[in-house]
């Protein structure tokens, strides 16, 4: 998918009784790590056999055009897009939380941020018990306390638990993709015992040009909740130029 640590370097800080984790872009590897990163984000806004269907049918540009009148133009929802696909990239790639959608997919505007949970993602274990993953992504050039707050707050609401309508959300699309394995735990876990806090883990992503470590290390030791956190910083310091550089590269 976006691997990493073929372009990272991965570095882990307990903060009380959570995790910090800190994931620095190599600077001769960022060429890289833009064609990676560039080859999984059209999977994130289509699916792979949408994507062949319109090749089969309609050939290679009008599969193009079709990708490209998904993906955003403005600057913003650029980088909030590709710090949610990092995020669930990252997700998928480094937490036992393999499971769930790639909700961009169900964008209404390409030039409009979707509502609710930006990530949620989930792991079913041998014994069947559910556990659930809520993520909340921040891209910014320079992070700032004001930013992690807006985070924090959004995590914790809710009494920390991901929403009804999120839920309701993610089972529907697994309804219709046939996922019946999790849209069945998904719908139990909601409208008969209840989704509880032992059963959800937080993850506050943050994507920026600046080292933001600090900020993240107040924002866990300001935490006084019992649901386990985890903090991720992604650091690229050319953060514009390379959100620029990944869609030029999809759209080529």
Known sequence: MTKFVEWCVETETTVSTH????????????????????????????????????LNKLGKPAAATYLANKLPASKA?????LGEILCNAYVLESTKFNLGIKRLRWKDHREMSMRGEDVLAFNIDPKGALYILKAEVKSRASMTTKVIGEARDALSYNSGLPSPHAICFVADRLDESGDALLRDALDKAQLLGGIRQHQVTHMLFTFSGGNPSNLLTTSLNGYSGSVPQQYVALTISKHQEFIKSVFETVLK
């Open 19 to 54: 995790k910090l984790h800190r994931l620095d872009a190599q600077s001769p590897k960022i060429a890289h790590a833009v064609a990676v990163v560039a080859d999984a984000v059209p999977g994130f806004y289509a699916s792979p056999s949408r994507l062949a269907d319109l």
């Open 77 to 81: 929802i650029r980088s909030g897009d």
